[in-house]
Structure formats: C-alpha cells, structure tokens
C-alpha cells in the first residue's frame, strides 16, 4: 500500500489530503476564501494567492496530524501543477517541491484536469478504461475519452465560455451572489424553467463542441428587461445548459469509436443536482453505467489531486523538481484547435 500526500490551489480553494492506493481517504483538510472573494462576485486572483500562501503550511500539518502520519511515512507528493490561477498554483507546487525534497520524496506534478478526470475512480473502484468523460467546470467544458492514466482524447470542447463560467456570471447579472452555481442552483429551485425563453446554443449541430457566451448574453437581456422573475430566469437558464449537455454528450455517444465502460461526469458543475439527473437518464438511455463522484469530490478538493498522483506514480510518472507550473494545460496536448476556444481549446 502506498500513501500520496495530495496539494491543491489552482483556484479559490486551498486543500490537503492524504490517500492510499487501496482508495482509503486519510485525511482531507480544505479551506475556502469565499468571504474573501465575495465581495467582487468571482475570484481575484493576487487575493487568492495571497490566502493559498497563508493557509498552506498549516493544512499540511493538519492533514498528516489526522492522518497520524509523518511526512517520512508519505511515499510521494503529488500537487496540482496546471491549469489554473498561476499565482495559486505556484503557491501549491512549490510547496510540494519543498516537501519533496525535504522529505527525500518523490513529485509527481498533476494536471488539475487529470484530478476530475480520475476522481470517480476513487470511489468507484469498478471504474475500469476506457469511459466517456463529461469534465464540466469553472473554466473548461469538455468531452474526452479517458483511455488510462495519462491517455486522454479530446472529442468536443466548448468554443467560448465554459458551463461554469455561464452558472457564474449568471448569478453575478442576477445579484445572486457568489459561489455562482449553487447560488443559481438555489434559485432555480423556486423559478420555472419554461417561463423564459433562452437559446440552447449549438443544439442539434453536426459539430461536436459545447457554446454558452449566447446564452448567457440572453440571461442578461432577460435581466434588463425587467419582465420576468429573477428565479425564473435562474431556473431557465439551468434548463437551458441541461438542454446542451444532454444533447452534446448523446451526439458525442452515439459516434463513439470504443466501446465505454460507463459515462462519467466530474468537475465543479457535476454537484449540480438537475444536472446529473439529467446525465444519468441520458446514460441509462444508452445502456452505460453513470458514475459521479460524490459532491464534495467534484468541487476542487485534495483528496483528487492525491488520487492521481497515487495513479501516476503507481505507473512510474513522477516529475523532476524544476517541473514549472503552468497556467494552461490541456489534457489532450495532439488536440487540433477549435474555432473560438483559443486557450481553452
């Protein structure tokens, strides 16, 4: 059995957590700045590193102080190296680097990505290669065959805004405060989700990817307008994104060129309720198992990233300590560009 002391700060969350191969979550320790960002309506990034720098050391000692371990009892560190608010990153992995070498450890540099894309496997361990992933966060709404550690086909990507990037500058037009996507999810709750109309950007089109700028340009012309309720308008935007990820992802299995164990769905829009309900009718449709990781294990947390560093280093992957970290980073790196995408292609 090996333990993978894990490190996360590629967003608002500062996490630690200490994993065993045999999926047996030691200790998990997490703190949130969402007081902090609040204020703003989204995440600044100088005040995020700055709370990751503060809050670090502490949560690591926390963590193996739960766990009942000492550093020396840690087979690997493993830290998110990329994608995500370079300043926070930067913050976690040299923390790592500098565990690492104290300790005579092993790094193992992770792909924030790679953390969702693995994380059922974590608590699924019937999760067997290769399975459909739906990855649908903050910043990155993608489709990929996951076909073993490391080996990751990008089959559809957003052209624009990501799902989670719609949810929160949904709740910041509608003044629904920050976290955004449960705050809309929240609202939409009490709203109907048919009392606005809203487009379902590239529904029904022969190319693969996802669209959500449209949509979130219609909320906020719904807001303006001053005719409906701000939970409607809440609820029929959640409508709308349940709309486009069904039918993306039916396209995407119904032109598949491997046989998948299961649809899986991770990432920070996964604890969505309506949505994974959704999901996991469109899966039973298909005849496919749907695996989600629990709730806590979809939003950015530890306990992921020392999961895939458990998975990498049990295949040989570990990192040379000068490894830099990285504020884009693809899981997919052959993937041709898509038209819009940019950086998030």
């Given at each position: 059995m090996t333990i993978i002391l894990g490190i996360e700060s590629s967003c608002d969350e500062t996490a630690v957590a200490l994993v065993t191969s045999e999926r047996e979550i030691l200790s998990h320790k997490l703190a949130t700045q969402e007081d902090a960002h609040r204020p703003y309506g989204g995440v600044v990034p100088e005040i995020a590193a700055r709370a990751h720098a503060e809050k670090i050391a502490p949560l690591v000692e926390a963590a193996l102080a739960d766990a009942g371990l000492a550093l020396a009892e840690v087979d690997a560190i493993a830290a998110t190296a990329g994608p995500g608010l370079i300043g926070g990153v930067m913050v976690g992995l040299v923390t790592g680097k500098a565990l690492a070498h104290g300790a005579g450890k092993p790094l193992v540099a992770v792909n924030h990505l790679e953390g969702h894309a693995l994380s059922a496997r974590l608590t699924d361990p019937d999760l067997q290669f290769p399975y459909l992933l739906l990855l649908v966060s903050g910043g990155h709404c993608q489709l990929l065959a996951v076909e073993g550690v490391g080996r990751y086909r990008r089959l559809a990507t957003t052209i624009d805004d990501a799902a989670g990037e719609a949810f929160d500058k949904t709740a910041k037009?509608?003044?629904?405060?920050?976290?955004?996507?449960?705050?809309?999810?929240?609202?939409?709750r009490e709203g109907d989700p048919t009392a606005v109309p809203l487009p379902r950007p590239l529904l029904g089109s022969p190319e693969p990817h996802f669209s959500f700028a449209g949509l979130k340009s219609a909320v906020m012309r719904a807001a303006q307008s001053g005719d409906y309720q701000t939970n409607d308008i809440a609820?029929?935007?959640?409508?709308?994104?349940?709309?486009?990820?069904v039918d993306r992802t039916d396209k995407?299995?119904?032109?598949?060129?491997?046989?998948?164990?299961?649809?899986?769905?991770?990432?920070?829009?996964?604890?969505?309720?309506?949505?994974?309900?959704?999901?996991?009718?469109?899966?039973?449709?298909?005849?496919?198992?749907?695996?989600?990781?629990?709730?806590?294990?979809?939003?950015?947390?530890?306990?992921?990233?020392?999961?895939?560093?458990?998975?990498?280093?049990?295949?040989?992957?570990?990192?040379?300590?000068?490894?830099?970290?990285?504020?884009?980073?693809?899981?997919?790196?052959?993937?041709?560009?898509?038209?819009?995408?940019?950086?998030?292609?």
């Open positions: 037009l509608l003044g629904l405060g920050f976290p955004g996507g449960p705050a809309v999810e929240a609202a939409a609820a029929s935007f959640q409508q709308a994104v349940v709309d486009c990820l995407a299995l119904k032109g598949l060129d491997f046989a998948p164990s299961a649809l899986v769905m991770a990432g920070g829009v996964a604890a969505n309720a309506i949505i994974r309900t959704a999901l996991q009718r469109l899966s039973a449709d298909h005849g496919l198992a749907f695996v989600a990781p629990p709730l806590w294990l979809c939003t950015d947390n530890g306990a992921m990233i020392a999961w895939a560093g458990g998975e990498r280093f049990a295949a040989g992957l570990t990192d040379p300590l000068d490894i830099a970290a990285r504020p884009r980073w693809p899981l997919d790196t052959a993937a041709d560009s898509v038209r819009g995408a940019g950086v998030k292609a």
